[in-house]
């Protein structure tokens, strides 16, 4: 079998800055990609040195051998600080109120890509099939095809694909396209994201799209375009059913919230995830029914995340201002509606807080998947699990649809959800968790990993 060569921004090693707590989905499910496959992982370290050397440092950990390399400061702060995360993520999310067009950040995204290839091309075995991790590292493809590199390589988007009217609003939006369509296979997380690709490679670029093959021509090149929807370590998660620290977390929610509901939210702290809007939800529900202020406790978990960033700054300071506001407002000497913890805790901890939590809010505006809302699924006592409330906007809803389907935008919408789960009657919580349990459970990390491996291996049957 042909090894596996992972390119993305982060690697998961223990030393890599943000490894703990704020990693978001794609580290883990890398991680579990390679425990399976030999080969290696290559990406950034986390580390900024004055001047970039282009030496790389190898560790294994956990059997995953992984390779990473410093950057420069100037290259985190246009490449990672700048289009990655001030550019592109606003922009693919939606928000096109936060995202900066700079030439400079642009210029600075392009030359870390061909850091990238500069440091990869010299690993790559005739075999390998190589495979290239989200929007930081788009051109890569372009970057290591320009090296001479001729192996099958693909490319998976972790996060939307925005629809094709907002996606113009990008200078050189053609040129980034024309990147990815040098990939032999370009995956998405949904159905939605996939068909905005397509669109705009048949409407602006004028390729060929046959959408029931996926396949794109463009210039004489053949792309296969498909979704595949990421999902958990399904066996890992559940290994610490049994283990001490998630049985802990559990009982000390549940000691701490006494006979009160607890309500659980986990999200890195990005205002893509609707938390603001989430405790507008809860102010308006506490608005309609004030007596519930006694019975129910919600816990925010909210790992600060791309700190340099000023929109991430700016949406710290609104979401303490709107908890202050609230708790100001709805507390009491003994009770305080809303519980803000802005630090990261180990899987096995979040375990147990899902566990305790008999109502999981998932409510963000716009997300490529989102794997908390499996993980809650995943930890829930089958006998009485707790009920998801999920955003009709992320890739995750296209399979829970037994969640209770919500509009993140709108308080009301969130209100009633809360109530509807509330008043949930234990028949309905079990049949309508054990149908995305099957979901969680099939669809899980391993079958991602193995359809986007299987497919890029057999390619050069399409090209
Ligand atoms: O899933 C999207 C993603 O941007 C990943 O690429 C990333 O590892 C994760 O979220 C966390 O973000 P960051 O690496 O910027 O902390």
Redo the contacts with the bound molecule.
Sequence with gaps: MSRLVVIS??VAVPKAR?AAG??????GALNAALKKHSGIWFGWSGEDVPEFTGETSEQTFEGVTTVTMDLAKQDIDEYYNGYA?ATLWPLFHYRLDLAEYEQETAKGYERVNERFAECVAPMVEEDDLIWVH?YHLIPLGERLRARGIENRIGFFL??PWPATRLFVSLPYHERLVRTMLRYDLVGFQTAEWLESFMHYCEKELGAEVDEETGCITFEGRRTIARAYPIGIDYEHFMSHEAGSDAREAEQRLVTSTRDRTAMIGVD?LDYSKGIPERIDGIGRFFDKYPECVRDLVFIQIAPP??EDVESYQQIRAELEQKTGEINGARSEVDLVPIRYVNRGYSQAELFGFYRAAKIGLVTPLRD?MNLVAKEYVAAQDPDDPGILILSQFAGAALQLKDAILVNPHSPDDLARAINQALEMPLKERKERHQKMLVSVRDENVQEWTENFRRDLAKVSQYA
């Design positions: 921004n982060r943000g704020a990693q978001g989905g794609l580290a995360n989200d972790h996060i890195r995340s791309r490529g």
